[in-house]
T-cell receptor, first 112, second 113 residues
Framework: NAGVTQTPKFQVLKTGQSMTLQCAQD?????MYWYRQDPGMGLRLIYY???????DKGEVPNGYNVSRLNKREFSLRLESAAPSQTSVYFC???????????FGSGTRLTVV | AQSVTQLDSQVPVFEEAPVELRCNYSSSVSVYLFWYVQYPNQGLQLLLKYLSGSTLVESINGFEAEFNKSQTSFHLRKPSVHISDTAEYFC???????????FGPGTRLSVLP
């Protein structure tokens, strides 16, 4: 049972390039999330999807877009990467928003 | 909205010593409370949670946390730590609807030999 799978694990982008971070869960969870983790700032919610077909902005959505492709998959897109988006990105899922989350292992993104 | 304070950013402790990681929250409504652990270069893992019922909750690896409503706290404790407990620990709070789920800034626990 894989849980939450994120790809890629590492990525280096040049400023202005675009990329999509992929996330898939196999636990039949309704809700999925994208967080970024920066030193001294804990985890900050970028976007979430409470259920298939819905997405909502979190605390720091600027510069990002998301797609809830189906119940299993929730992707995060950076259209024009900036150095301020250098971070570790985590995808998570849960049965519903007030339950505990299951996290992926993260994507370490560096924008130069 | 909820907020979470973890008073200690770093806690060094010797192996086999007891440890307490402090977490306080602020909320005007009833809450659910969680502790997550993040080992180096890994994602967060749910350690334990309080949803309702007994205010003392335990994890499978010897940690426990007690919900104290009057002090709005959910401190994490372990009577004897191991080197393998070295990790970052995050407290989190959610309102009952889940619309406001907030993580604390984390406490880095370093267990020294």
């Amino acid at each position: 049972n894989a849980g939450v799978t994120q790809t890629p694990k590492f990525q280096v982008l040049k400023t202005g390039q675009s990329m999509t971070l992929q996330c898939a869960q196999d636990m039949n969870h309704n809700s999925m999330y994208w967080y970024r983790q920066d030193p001294g700032m804990g985890l900050r919610l970028i976007y979430y999807s409470a259920s298939e077909g819905t997405t909502d902005k979190g605390e720091v959505p600027n510069g990002y877009n998301v797609s809830r492709l189906n119940k299993r998959e929730f992707s995060l897109r950076l259209e024009s990467a900036a150095p301020s988006q250098t971070s570790v990105y985590f995808c998570a899922s849960s049965v519903q928003r007030n339950y505990g989350y299951t996290f992926g292992s993260g994507t370490r993104l560096t924008v130069v | 909205a909820q907020s979470v304070t973890q008073l200690d950013s770093q806690v060094p402790v010797f192996e086999e010593a007891p440890v307490e990681l402090r977490c306080n929250y602020s909320s005007s409504v009833s809450v659910y409370l969680f502790w997550y652990v993040q080992y180096p270069n890994q994602g967060l893992q749910l350690l334990l949670k309080y949803l309702s019922g007994s205010t003392l909750v335990e994890s499978i690896n010897g940690f426990e946390a007690e919900f104290n409503k009057s002090q709005t706290s959910f401190h994490l404790r372990k009577p004897s730590v191991h080197i393998s407990d070295t990790a970052e620990y995050f407290c989190a709070v959610s309102d009952r609807s889940g619309q406001n789920f907030v993580f604390g800034p984390g406490t880095r626990l370093s267990v020294l030999p």
